[in-house]
């Protein structure tokens, strides 16, 4: 978002302009953006053979997976609908990750039907997999190598009690299973969590799966995960990346020739790739001054943006109706029937009804986490491309929200 003449715009587009032409709340997504990231990380690793797999439950509009297929990404699933949209977005079966947790054997094998990698996390299922497909259908295990990482508990899936992977210490079990069903496993997997700051957090946890490596002869691939941290505020330490590729990238190449064969990396970046490219505008409905407080009403709450009031994350929040320069203090919250509070204590561009507001940082986790609460209708979404707006959702109508319901006679 630039500031220019005292409007702001993404690529030129002015974005009250936009709140007024598609009506808010409204997601606003910056290709640009997405693509610099994109880029970004798959530069990062030198001639390391690299497949960056988009995962898409960060953000899963059809127009911003077929974006990123277009830029060479491929694409991370965690149900097999994520999967179907995929598909649905011209990805091949073979560039597609499917990495369920506690989901049903008949999803694993509807996703084997569809040709997908499979990555599995439990034991249980491992033996399942091995009797219905022994060695005929390639399988790579996601572990669990309890490094802690992540901002914060939530989203940190690598600690000792994580629902996620299988643990290390559980090495000479999956051994066994794999030797008794003739497994196929082409690859290993970890995902510590989000929010990784500094390079040696994965290089620890790399190691272990060096370590790992060496049981298994058929690898293709590992696959790291994702977890990198991207700036909410200015000033924001951030996963650098360019340092975390050559650290990787060297220790992996050492690892490959330990191996005796040059492995592909993998990553499933979700938040790094669109949490920055995301705006979300929200029109101010009123300013109600309290003994203590000044608060901003908007036209949303935490049915279309979740982050704050689930995790505490903070995105910034810009008055984009007043470039004016006269700061006051103020609570920003939403409409829902419970304590909403996007922002407190924020320095705000003064404050009047009807004021478009602008939070950053609402690429990721951000519409996909929206709901219907409140019997709320579901914002639409546009995505600037080449300098031009395109609507790629359209804003959710009464009808919606009854669509499914069936009213019985009382
Ligand atoms: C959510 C998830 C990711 C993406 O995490 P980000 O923090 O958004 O990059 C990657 N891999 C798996 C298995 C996930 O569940």
Known sequence: MLLKNDRYNVQGVDLVDLAEAHGTPLYVYDADKIKAQFDRLNNAFGDVKLRVKYACKSLTNLSILKLLRSYGSELDCVSIQEVQLGLMAGFEPAQILYTPNCVSFEEIKEAVEIGVMIN??????????????????PVCIRLNPHIMAGGNKKISTGHADSKFGISIYQMAHILRVVKTYDLNVVGLHMHTGSDILDAEVFLRASEILFDTAKNFENLQFIDFGSGFKVAYKTGDITTDIEDL????????????ADYGRDLEMWFEPGKYIVSEAGLFLVKTNVVKTTPATVFVGVDSGMNHLIRPMMYDSY?????????????RVYTIVGYICETDT???????????????????NAGAYSFSMASNYNSRLRPAE????????HLIRKREVFEDLVRNQIEIDI
């Open 315 to 327: 995105h910034e929040i810009v008055n984009i109706s007043n470039a004016s320069d006269t700061k």
């Open 120 to 137: 599995l996390d439990n034991i249980s299922i491992l033996e399942q997999f091995g009797h219905e497909y022994h060695g005929s259908v």
């Open 342 to 360: 996007f922002g407190l204590d924020r320095k705000l561009d003064e404050v009047k009804a009807g004021d478009i507001l602008a939070f950053k």
């Open 245 to 256: 590729g050559n650290k990787l990238a060297e220790s992996f190449k050492s690892f490959c």
């Open 382 to 389: 546009v995505l600037i491309l080449n300098g031009e707006a």
